[in-house]
């Protein structure tokens, strides 16, 4: 695929914030000993990033608005005006960064006129690129990605957002099955391992209508989102045949 512009614009930016933040992951695993330097350090790192980031989103696209996610309000009314703007998350799996853990990534999504136009995540451990655009597809490191072919459950492997998720209403559904369930710690990075078939079905209770950045590239790598009927606000993200089976159990 021939990135677009703003593509790499957006891979530019992760990838010059990541050189830090590689070298501050490498010193945290040093300090595990002493929280209140973690605190201090995980901050820093925290702020070196998005400065990067917005220095050179800005300097690409002065005349585009840049937001960090959580920023809700400010969000909202730029879509009601439809207009572009950057949604950038920079370290999504901040607790895992902060204990020594090798996953967390850099997300940037660009909205327009209310709709996910194109979006890139970047795992700076692995030195994996992320990215789609609206209609384009998905890649990784430039490679096409679909979504896991996998129409077994049994064979699946389940990730789920939060242990909370899991313990409380999940749990139900995998007693007595033998199914591979894992909580990861960095929603993006899940939804960008989803797209690429390393994980099989996600459960999460980020609805497909948010702008979280992994949803696009779900999307056009062939991925589907359902909801959980008999869960309040619980969503499964998968392949069609895993989709079906998991609508046939007891669960919904």
Not at 55 to 81: G, M, Q, S
Not at 153 to 165: C, G, M, P, T, V
Not at 225 to 239: G, P, Q, T
């Given at each position: 695929?021939?990135?677009?512009?703003n593509?790499?614009?957006?891979?530019?930016?992760?990838?010059?914030?990541?050189?830090?933040?590689?070298?501050?992951?490498?010193?945290?695993e040093?300090?595990?000993?002493?929280?209140?330097?973690?605190?201090?350090?995980?901050?820093?790192?925290?702020?070196?990033?998005?400065?990067?980031?917005?220095?050179?989103?800005?300097?690409?696209?002065?005349?585009?608005?840049?937001?960090?996610?959580?920023?809700?309000?400010?969000?909202?009314?730029?879509?009601?005006?439809?207009k572009?703007f950057?949604?950038v998350?920079?370290?999504?799996?901040?607790?895992?960064f902060?204990?020594?853990?090798?996953?967390?990534?850099?997300?940037?999504?660009l909205?327009?006129?209310?709709?996910?136009?194109?979006?890139?995540i970047?795992?700076?451990?692995?030195?994996?690129?992320?990215?789609?655009?609206?209609?384009?597809?998905?890649?990784?490191?430039?490679?096409?990605?679909r979504?896991?072919?996998?129409?077994?459950?049994?064979?699946?492997?389940?990730?789920?957002?939060?242990?909370?998720?899991?313990i409380?209403?999940?749990?139900?559904?995998?007693?007595?099955?033998d199914?591979?369930s894992?909580?990861?710690?960095?929603?993006?990075?899940?939804?960008?391992?989803?797209?690429?078939?390393?994980?099989?079905?996600?459960?999460s209770?980020?609805?497909?209508n948010?702008?979280?950045?992994?949803?696009?590239?779900?999307?056009?790598?062939?991925g589907?989102?359902?909801?959980?009927?008999?869960?309040?606000?619980?969503?499964?993200?998968?392949?069609?045949?895993?989709?079906?089976?998991?609508?046939k159990?007891?669960?919904?």
């Amino acid at each position: 695929m021939i990135k677009s512009s703003n593509i790499n614009i957006m891979s530019n930016a992760v990838l010059k914030a990541s050189r830090a933040l590689r070298r501050d992951f490498n010193e945290l695993e040093k300090l595990q000993n002493s929280l209140s330097k973690i605190n201090i350090f995980v901050n820093k790192s925290l702020k070196n990033v998005k400065e990067t980031i917005f220095k050179e989103l800005t300097k690409a696209r002065p005349e585009w608005k840049i937001f960090f996610f959580y920023d809700y309000e400010k969000v909202n009314v730029e879509i009601n005006e439809e207009k572009s703007f950057f949604l950038v998350n920079p370290i999504s799996g901040l607790s895992n960064f902060a204990k020594g853990i090798s996953y967390f990534a850099i997300s940037i999504t660009l909205i327009n006129k209310g709709k996910q136009d194109a979006t890139v995540i970047y795992d700076p451990i692995k030195d994996e690129l992320f990215y789609a655009e609206r209609g384009k597809g998905a890649y990784a490191n430039n490679f096409r990605m679909r979504i896991s072919s996998n129409q077994d459950l049994q064979k699946s492997l389940l990730a789920f957002d939060s242990h909370e998720l899991f313990i409380k209403d999940i749990k139900i559904f995998l007693k007595n099955k033998d199914i591979a369930s894992r909580v990861f710690g960095s929603i993006s990075l899940d939804f960008a391992n989803l797209a690429s078939g390393r994980i099989d079905c996600y459960i999460s209770k980020i609805a497909s209508n948010t702008f979280e950045p992994g949803l696009l590239l779900l999307k056009e790598a062939g991925g589907i989102s359902s909801e959980m009927l008999n869960l309040d606000d619980i969503f499964f993200y998968s392949n069609n045949a895993i989709s079906e089976i998991i609508k046939k159990s007891n669960i919904v």
